[in-house]
């Protein structure tokens, strides 16, 4: 006891600034109740204390035990898969090992995975009215778009972390022995970002480079001779000059539609500077006016007077709206077969006959070992256009033609010139896009470089950050996926025997290409590629002539070589966020670049992968049985291989797509979709986003059921929606979405969410959607 007086005594003598006021110190000075007692007493008092405290302590172990119990929890933690493998356990069996007791997986994956989730949801939302505002209403609601940026979307913001990447790679000071291909990105990296060089240069090298191509009639003035002028020796001393040679008629080298193991020339209508929907409409519409007030601007910025420019330059681009006119809309450009016109060169002269057609073909050629000969074929896309263009070309002056091409040849040059010039590009592509600002010269750069020399940056790309393990399980997916397609071609009940027959031959030919090709990283096959590709200056503008030039000279190689369609060099561009359907290799192809962020990771539950990357793997394997794609065969030619009765049921289903998406609406921009434009795309959205769910629950049946996500209290297959829709939350500037709806392929973000889903049965089951809701409709359309 005496100790315990000693401390009495230290305590009372605290001041009260120490102690407080607390009447605990006061009672030690007067005996307790406790000194009172006898020794007996305190032994048996010590005594009922200690068994109440171990009573009340198995009293509360035991409720513990039976709560878990009765939710089906478990505290065993080691199970033989963890005994037998000592790699991290799957995310599918972090239901028994990562939190065991609950049936929610905590994973750092998983975590991060419900928090973008929750980040992007709105629960406020009914998913049966909206579920596209249940998944994604606050990604819109809190999402601001960049000023540098015309949208931020899913894909966006994947793109952007793979800039940084390559960027990260591209800026490292160039090593002693580093490969060529690897020297090459960084010296264009370099010269893109050498501003003061190009500003030094200003106009003088472009404007000598356009002398050069035969002047611009609008700077030249009264200097110009329209005799020295003749449209086909301008298309030939652009295609030296590494400029395009398709401002009339476009020109490539193409692998035969019918006939897919060799290569043809394909003739089409020429490329436009702007849209053909909007020039079609003349110098009415908005953006039309807005490209002229461009050319006019650009001109007076290169030296020409304000009054020569105005007025040439609109006999200018009331050519091109010529030109536009004339074009095919795209709405009649999906029939393939309407494209393919074969034509020997001495058909082609007959029928065309204004044109030196054997002399134009060799020029644009321009390959010393190719010799085009009167016998070979030549693809006609649109035989009506050439007629027409013939008689434009007759028609037209040649200082009028003279001043088109080669605002095209200064047009396409803006971007690699001085700061004044691109600024007056941005206040027209504002008009365009709705962006204010340009996005900061090193993603610019980043994206030239990358852009220009694709193989190169991608073999960097997967040697630095690609995880290997993501390829093998996304070559699972694409088995799985494939199968359950393959399972819906067996039962389709509008598809005769035949038909169903070639279908099923097809889908199980179709080739994948995941990730990247081995050869990427081999420094010899590198070499090899880029073995005829140098720069000769450090000039900008020259550099990228030069890029221009060898990509040109490499396509137009290929003609009399060997189609191989598994050829690495064609799915040798892995650092891109997309995903691709070859009709003539009847390939799909997904590079590293999307197999990564919100549409992969291995470190979460597999109900958010096939909902994600699934989606997109349904989606391009659908695209061999679209409305285009069908038209292809099994080995990639354009055949028809479909029954009477059959293709004219496939066209019935289309239709009803066409017009469920035809009918959708934005009220902030006064437009409807395009149907009929967007009908190969969501046909696939539909057909994708079905086989992705299939699989899935044939995943899991295999597999067991998977845990849920923290703060997310839906099943497998509710998250697997939630995922699909998420990989779609878009924000788009009202001008990138006029754009876009007027001009794309795509529907936007929103209605690739609210179509697909709303016509799948299982959406509405899993959700419990009362038939005639939104996300329910009475009537649905389904392809497959």
Not at 101 to 123: E, Q, R, W, Y
Not at 189 to 207: F, H, P, R, V, W
Not at 568 to 573: F, L, N, V
Request: overall charge neutral; glycine content about 6%.
């Amino acid at each position: 006891m005496l100790r315990l007086m000693d401390d009495e005594i230290e305590y009372s003598n605290l001041s009260e600034s120490q102690t407080g006021t607390n009447s605990f110190w006061l009672n030690l000075r007067n005996p307790s109740w406790w000194k009172r007692r006898t020794s007996m007493e305190r032994c048996l008092t010590l005594l009922s204390t200690v068994v109440l405290l171990i009573t009340t302590a198995l009293v509360v172990a035991l409720v513990i035990v039976l709560y878990n119990k009765a939710n089906g929890k478990s505290n065993d933690v080691i199970h033989t898969e963890a005994l037998q493998d000592d790699r991290r356990p799957s995310v599918g069996n972090s239901i028994k090992n990562d939190n065991a007791n609950k049936n929610i997986c905590l994973t750092p994956g998983c975590v991060h995975t419900a928090s973008h989730v929750l980040k992007n949801m709105d629960s406020t939302v009914d998913p049966c009215d909206d579920f596209y505002q249940f998944a994604c209403g606050n990604f819109i609601k809190n999402t601001n778009i960049p000023d540098d940026k015309s949208a931020v979307t899913s894909f966006s913001v994947i793109s952007d972390l793979l800039q940084e990447q390559l960027r990260s790679m591209i800026e490292e000071p160039i090593k002693p022995n580093e490969p060529k291909s690897f020297v090459l990105l960084k010296k264009i990296y370099k010269s893109c970002m050498n501003k003061t060089a190009i500003e030094q240069d200003g106009l003088t090298t472009i404007k000598s480079i356009l002398k050069k191509l035969g002047g611009w009639p609008v700077l030249e003035g009264s200097h110009w001779n329209d005799g020295n002028f003749d449209w086909r020796q301008s298309v030939y001393k652009f295609r030296k000059a590494g400029y395009s040679v398709d401002y009339f008629m476009d020109f490539s080298v193409g692998i035969d539609l019918k006939n897919s193991s060799q290569r043809v020339i394909d003739l089409d209508q020429g490329a436009l500077g702007l849209r053909r929907e909007f020039l079609a409409k003349g110098l009415e519409d908005k953006l039309v006016k807005a490209y002229y007030d461009y050319m006019v601007d650009i001109a007076v910025l290169f030296g020409a007077e304000k009054t020569a420019a105005l007025k040439e330059l609109k006999e200018s681009l009331e050519f091109e709206i010529k030109l536009a006119n004339i074009s095919l809309p795209n709405e009649k450009r999906r029939n393939a077969t309407l494209l393919y016109n074969p034509m020997s060169v001495e058909d082609l002269q007959r029928k065309f006959q204004s044109i030196p057609w054997l002399e134009y073909l060799n020029n644009v050629m321009d390959i010393p070992e190719i010799k085009i000969k009167n016998s070979d074929i030549i693809i006609i896309a649109v035989p009506s256009y050439i007629l027409e263009l013939e008689k434009l070309l007759s028609q037209t002056p040649k200082r009028v033609l003279a001043n088109y091409i080669l605002w095209r040849a200064a047009a396409s040059s803006v971007s690699y010139l001085t700061e004044e010039l691109r600024n007056r590009q941005l206040q027209y592509s504002t008009i365009l896009s709705g962006k204010t600002e340009r996005e900061a010269r090193w993603k610019e750069c980043v994206d030239i470089a990358a852009g220009s020399m694709s193989i190169a940056a991608g073999a960097l790309y997967v040697r630095k950050y690609f995880h290997e393990d993501a390829k093998q399980n996304a070559v699972e997916m694409v088995n799985d996926i494939r199968s359950e397609f393959i399972e819906i071609l067996k039962h389709v009940e509008w598809m005769d025997e035949a038909t169903r027959k070639n279908a099923l031959l097809k889908a199980a030919a179709m080739t994948s290409h995941i990730a990247y090709p081995d050869e990427l990283l081999s420094n010899q096959k590198l070499e090899e590629f880029y073995a005829k590709l140098d720069f000769t200056s450090s000039h900008y503008l020259r550099t990228i002539l030069n890029l221009t030039l060898f990509g040109t000279e490499f396509s137009f190689r290929r003609l009399t070589q060997p189609v191989n369609k598994t050829d690495w060099i064609s799915h040798g561009r892995p650092s891109v966020v997309n995903a691709f359907y070859s009709s003539i290799e009847n390939s799909i192809q997904f590079p590293a670049g999307i197999l990564q962020g919100i549409f992969f990771s291995n470190d979460r539950p597999r109900y958010m992968n096939y909902g994600a990357i699934g989606f997109v793997i349904g989606h391009e394997i659908t695209h061999g049985f679209d409305d285009q794609g069908r038209q292809f065969d099994k080995d990639g030619n354009l055949v028809d291989w479909w029954a009477p009765s059959t293709k004219e049921a496939f066209i019935k289903k289309a239709e009803c797509i066409i017009n469920q998406y035809g009918n959708y609406s934005i009220p902030e921009i006064g437009l409807n979709l395009n149907g009929i434009n967007t009908q190969g795309e969501n046909i696939a959205d539909n057909g994708g986003i079905k086989e992705s769910y299939l699989a899935y629950n044939s995943w899991e049946k295999r597999n067991g059921p998977e845990p849920k996500l923290p703060g997310l209290n839906y099943t497998p297959q509710q998250m697997f929606w939630i995922s699909a829709a998420n990989t779609w939350c878009s924000v788009y500037r009202p001008e990138t979405l006029k754009l876009r709806v007027l001009t794309g392929y795509h529907s936007p973000g929103n209605f690739r969410v609210l179509g697909p889903l709303s016509n799948q049965d299982q959406f509405a089951q899993d959700f419990n959607c009362p038939l005639g809701s939104t996300m329910n409709p009475r009537h649905k359309c389904r392809v497959w």
